[in-house]
């Protein structure tokens, strides 16, 4: 089992940034990829970006690709998602997951945090 925990999350105005973290619990935090996922009202989950158990590969989806850096530190059993030049439409609730691999869907992330809302405001 794993249990991850999000913060971070808050309102901004348009253009501001915001640094969401995800902290880990349970298993070994290296042994899993994980990923950031976002759910806006009324919209299905979206996967945003994800990084590998070491780090040295990241994953983004093309609407953040650019703007959002995602990274981890295994020794502090963290992941992070640095979202820069934030625009309304990325208003939703973020979550982080876990899975076995990188580069896998949805169904395949194992392991679920609560999800932490961010709101940008026009």
């Known amino acids: 089992q794993v249990q991850l925990v999000e913060s971070g999350g808050g309102l901004v105005q348009a253009g501001g940034s915001l640094r969401l973290s995800c902290a880990a619990s349970?298993?070994?935090?290296?042994?899993?990829?994980m990923g950031w996922f976002r759910q806006a009202p009324g919209k299905e989950r979206e996967f945003a970006a994800a990084i590998s158990r070491s780090g040295g590969r990241t994953s983004y989806a093309d609407s953040v690709k650019g703007r959002f850096t995602v990274s981890r530190d295994n020794a502090k059993n963290t992941v992070y998602l640095q979202m820069n030049s934030l625009k309304p439409e990325d208003t939703a609730v973020y979550y982080c997951?876990?899975?076995?691999?990188?580069?896998?869907?949805?169904?395949?992330?194992?392991?679920w945090g609560q999800g932490t809302q961010v709101t940008v405001s026009s």
């Open positions: 997951a876990a899975a076995m691999s990188l580069d896998v869907p949805r169904y395949r992330y194992d392991y």
């Open positions: 349970g298993r070994t935090f290296s042994s899993f990829a």
